[in-house]
């Protein structure tokens, strides 16, 4: 097969050529290791090493993509055919803006890690002792529903012809992730839980711990039941309010704004938050899964405050949005290897309090501790900011965590909660993605359960 | 796609080291995509998705490897890498390969052509028109268009050598509605295993601008819907996910074969209501979730799961059939060379019953008509499922009173099929997206009117 800067090259050249220009390549490398045990065998074992390109640029002015997973000549001659198509079709109003570059870009220093050093029976071994850790903690564990590791490195790579040329590691020093599901049973009642963690340095995660804290997770699930339907005071745990965050993430994007699918547009400078509450766009954070020098588009990354003390201080921006609405990108286009470039959070958070979850929970006095939404892609709506969602948790009986809750649904509006939020807890976490979040005093929410 | 004699090198190599089963899944795929937004044509997209997954059993344990270089070399890199993580195989001797079923394409499809991406564009053009002369409170319009064309090659140890080729093609009408204080949506979503010629016969893409836009203007003007546990008569088409999600992923052997599904070990035993008859059928020609083979190179099937209320079928793929020593039913499936396949849902639906479904609703009493679905999820484990009402209707005395918005459903799989106590006369089927352990496929989801006689409805 072709060296891939071969293939760059010839391609930048046949698009130079085909009267594609400027034209700009963008390169995603990845390679991942996974295995997972169940019942004390390894039982699957996966490794992957792919490479996937996009071909973007400007014929008469308007801008045209197309991507292959294939380095061969067909491929070169598909992707200049595909570029020319979209362009000749493409009527948006703002065209993309393929760009030279800034001055300077931020230098992120790579986390230590040892990933190189650790082998594949090494991986497994930890698999297997985290399960069995899991499945020695009680005799109610009567399951596991997989323990499994993962490593991966991945790359990007951009390249234009108007003389940039980036490449990063992407998450800078790879990333190793771990984690086990169990099925708890007792009597009648039955039901799962987990945990996970992501390292930069694999040797530092301890699988005896990991399955411990898996089974407890699970146990404290058992004979939940649901709650009297009503209106409760509640505290959305870091897990939950995370996967609540990353849903909603999208209506901090001025292209969604820009095209009327967030009710943010052009609110900049009001309050559209309880005054406790900021919420981080930081791309250069140490160890953060979406860390990076620059964006999608070549812009250096920054880091800045999205809502500051409740105010909205500004969108999230491309080189494209930015220019509709007059402003400077914020460095947050973002490409995936298929799809044209896009407005996304990088290290994404809001940023932490000064309470810990039991001090939020002795202020709420009486109510609910969510720790688990479900249904986020349909019970979820993005564009209205109302959400329906199944939901887990514990009941809160005077300042104290009490009996486990399950089959309720919770219903409220993302843009109404943010207003309501009454404190921000310590505990920030972000577990294996870029979405980040503490436990969160979200005032009062809506139940259906009995 | 693959030379047969590097492909019986490669699996040699894969099964060197005791593996007792080695299979090679090649795939080139060509996508097209088209957006329009803001009364415009946003993007027009081609990508070539290419690369091979090699896997190796030993026992019931699976390795699986992939990579993007199709040539001799890396397929043997893979089969190498794939061999080593092999330890104690008992081995196998790999049969000639002598089951050669080339997938003949039905001349009926319609592939490309210089015009194609502008004739598309049209159609596009005409369901934004059709969705906002509905009304001017819709504010936005999102339509796509996507198709792809698939080659797959499969090739095992056991003389398996198939090539099929897959098409499908999709639109995507998303209707805002908007006061300037709040926004609500709506959808339509068609697709079909069809060329260009879904729109001679599948899509209107008028109709689906105008379903789009009238669910999103009627929920913009909906009250949120009561909480609590009342009864729901469910539509036909897409209402059929909640059967997917109750059941469905319940009954495949990824869990199943593990003993963690609900329904484990409950082949013969009564599941559902006696009314309630499910059928997983990959064999419906043209249809979103159909294909000739499956993705493990064997010929798909229609699979009746449940018949009057007994369960008589899992969905199983040759993994989960050695975990459960049973056959497979032609039901492994992958998104792509990027998964290993599992046992996955082809076309599921409840099948026609007896019932007069507007009798259905006069007889219900107070509750909750969820006329068209958002989508779901389930935990199989429990079988605790739950999912979005898209546009639902608030029912008293028998009477349909109003819409009503922010509803979503909830329950238990075993609990809300033994429940339903009216199945109406006319099955519809609709189009999904279903991501579980091997990706996202093409699914169907079906069933006709059913009432469920009491489930927790959650709202406001």
């Known amino acids: 097969m072709i060296s891939l800067d071969g293939f760059i090259e010839k391609l930048l050249a046949a698009a130079a050529e085909a009267g594609i220009a400027p034209a700009e390549v963008f390169c995603a490398e990845r390679s991942s290791f996974s295995a997972e045990a169940m019942d004390g065998n390894i039982d699957s074992y996966e490794v992957s090493e792919t490479c996937a390109l996009s071909l973007r640029g400007m014929v008469d002015g308007k801008t045209g993509y197309a991507s292959t997973e294939a380095f061969d000549d067909d491929a070169v001659a598909m992707l200049i055919r595909g570029v020319q198509e979209s362009a000749a079709l493409a009527e948006a109003e703002e065209q993309d803006e393929i760009y030279a570059g800034d001055p300077e870009y931020p230098v992120l220093e790579a986390p230590e890690n040892d990933l190189d050093s650790v082998t594949a029976e090494e991986k497994l071994a930890f698999a297997l002792k985290m399960e069995k850790a899991a499945r020695d903690t009680d005799a109610r564990i009567v399951k596991s529903e997989g323990a499994y590791v993962a490593t991966g490195r991945g790359a990007m790579i951009l390249r234009n012809s108007c003389g940039l040329n980036l490449k990063t590691e992407t998450p800078p020093g790879g990333y190793a992730v771990a984690g086990v599901w169990l099925v708890g049973k007792d009597g009648d009642s039955s039901a799962t839980g987990g945990e996970s963690k992501a390292e930069r340095k694999f040797r530092e995660m301890d699988p005896e711990a990991l399955g411990r804290q898996a089974a407890e997770n699970t146990l404290a699930m058992l004979h939940a039941s649901p709650v009297e339907s009503g209106v409760y005071r509640a505290v959305i745990r870091r897990d939950a309010m995370r996967s609540l965050l990353s849903t909603f993430s999208g209506i901090f994007s001025a292209e969604n704004a820009q095209k009327k699918l967030s009710l943010l547009e052009g609110r900049e400078g009001e309050t559209i938050a309880a005054p406790c509450v900021t919420l981080m766009d930081d791309p250069l954070l140490p160890g953060g899964f979406a860390s990076a020098p620059f964006d999608g588009e070549g812009s250096a990354c920054r880091t800045k405050a999205v809502i500051e003390d409740g105010v909205l201080k500004t969108l999230l921006h491309s080189r494209k949005t930015a220019r509709k609405a007059g402003t400077q990108s914020t460095g947050n286009a973002s490409r995936g290897v298929g799809s044209p470039v896009r407005v996304a959070p990088t290290n994404f958070f809001f940023r932490p309090g000064e309470k810990n979850l039991d001090s939020l929970l002795a202020d709420l006095g009486d109510g609910l501790l969510i720790t688990e939404l479900g249904g986020l892609h349909a019970g979820a709506n993005p564009i209205s900011g109302d959400f329906s969602l199944i939901a887990k948790g514990f009941r809160v009986k005077d300042g104290k965590q009490g009996e486990p809750v399950e089959q309720i649904t919770v219903a409220g509006n993302f843009y109404e909660l943010l207003k309501n939020v009454r404190a921000v807890g310590s505990d920030l976490e972000f577990k294996s993605g870029n979405i980040g979040s503490p436990s969160v005093d979200i005032g009062d929410i809506h139940v259906a359960g009995k | ?460």
């Not at chain 2, 098409?167 to 979503?189: C, L, M, T, Y």
């Not at chain 2, 109003?402 to 979503?408: D, I, L, N, Q």
């Not at chain 2, 109406?424 to 169907?444: D, H, Y």
């Open chain 2, 1 to 460: 796609m693959l030379d047969r004699n590097v492909a019986a090198e490669v699996l040699d190599q894969a099964v060197r080291t005791g593996g007792d089963f080695a299979e090679i899944f090649l795939e080139d795929k060509v996508s097209h995509s088209l957006t329009l937004q803001s009364d415009r044509i946003e993007t027009v997209g081609t990508s070539r998705k290419h690369g091979a997954g090699i896997r190796v059993f030993e026992g019931t344990k699976a390795i699986y490897v992939y990579t993007n270089d199709t040539s001799r070399e890396g397929l043997m890199a893979c089969a190498a890498q794939a061999a080593a993580a092999v330890r104690e195989g008992k081995g196998c001797t790999p049969v000639r390969f002598s089951h050669w079923r080339a997938g003949k394409d039905p001349d009926t499809w319609v592939l490309g052509g210089d015009d194609a991406a502008a004739r598309k564009a049209d159609k596009l053009r005409a369901a934004n028109a059709a969705a906002r002369a509905v009304s001017p409170e819709i504010v936005q319009v999102n339509c796509s268009f996507a198709d792809s064309v698939q080659d797959v090659l499969i090739c095992n140890t056991e003389g398996v050598f198939v090539t099929d080729r897959r098409v499908h093609s999709r639109i995507r009408v998303a209707a805002v509605a908007s006061d300037g204080k709040e926004n609500q949506s709506g959808s339509s979503s068609p697709g079909a295993g069809m060329g260009f010629e879904i729109f001679d016969s599948v899509i209107d893409p008028e109709k689906c601008g105008r379903i789009a836009a009238n669910k999103a203007v009627t929920m913009l003007h909906a009250d949120s819907c009561p909480a609590g546990i009342w009864p729901v008569v469910i539509d036909g088409g897409f209402g059929g996910v909640i059967f997917h999600e109750a059941c469905g992923h319940s009954l495949e052997a990824t869990s199943v074969a593990y003993g963690i599904s609900e329904f484990s070990g409950k082949l013969g035993q009564q599941i559902a209501a006696p009314c309630v008859t499910a059928v997983d059928d990959g064999t419906l020609p043209g249809e979103w979730g159909s294909s000739r083979i499956d993705d493990e190179g064997m010929p798909t099937t229609c699979l009746t799961l449940i018949e009057n209320g007994i369960l008589v079928n899992y969905m199983v793929d040759k993994l989960g059939g050695r975990r459960m020593n049973t056959a497979p039913t032609g039901s492994g499936r992958r998104e792509s060379y990027q998964w290993a396949p599992t046992s996955r849902m082809r076309n599921t639906y409840i099948a026609a019953g007896q019932d007069d479904e507007a009798d259905m609703i006069a007889t219900m009493g107070t509750g909750l008509y969820a006329k068209s679905m958002g989508g779901g999820s389930v935990n199989p484990a429990t079988g605790e499922f739950n999912f979005a009402v898209e546009e639902g209707y608030w029912v008293e005395d028998g009477k349909i009173l109003r819409p009503v918005r922010g509803a979503s459903l909830i329950g238990k799989g075993g609990e809300v099929l033994m429940r339903i106590d009216r199945v109406g006369r006319n099955m519809t089927m609709a189009q999904g997206v279903c991501g579980s352990a091997s990706g996202s496929v093409p699914v169907n989801v079906g069933q006709p009117m059913i009432r469920v006689s009491h489930m927790t409805v959650g709202g406001k």
